[in-house]
């Protein structure tokens, strides 16, 4: 089994940044793609960002040129560097893990953190 813990949200004004990190325990060998969803009340679980193994990172177009997702092997953890941030990037943000090379990843699931963009 794999545990994933995020951290990193809080409240940030519009035009700022903030760093999200995914801790990973257990069996992170396992771990092929890690990504970053996020959810706002009334909407649909929205997938943010998308790191694989192998190839390259995937975004959101909403996100692109903003965000960028990465991962510490040596760490085994995952960060989500957000810049240029916007009230419409209000949201819980939560990481997942995949045991394939997956588009959106959904084997592992942390707690989610809030993040807040204030206007």
């Known amino acids: 089994q794999v545990q994933l813990v995020e951290s990193g949200g809080g409240l940030v004004q519009a035009g700022g940044s903030l760093r999200l990190s995914c801790a990973a325990s257990?069996?992170?060998?396992?771990?092929?793609?890690m990504g970053w969803y996020r959810r706002t009340p009334g909407k649909r679980r929205e997938l943010v960002a998308a790191?694989?193994?192998?190839?390259?990172?995937n975004y959101a177009d909403s996100v692109k040129g903003r965000f960028t997702i990465s991962w510490d092997n040596a760490k085994n953890t995952a960060y989500l560097q957000m810049n240029s941030l916007n009230p419409g990037d209000t949201a819980v943000y939560y990481c997942?893990?995949?045991?394939?090379?997956?588009?959106?990843?959904?084997?592992?699931w942390g707690q989610g953190t809030s993040v807040t963009v204030s206007s």
């Open positions: 790191l694989g193994s192998v190839g390259r990172p």
């Open positions: 257990g069996d992170t060998f396992s771990i092929n793609t």
């Open positions: 997942a893990g995949d045991r394939l090379i997956a588009t959106r990843p959904n084997d592992y």
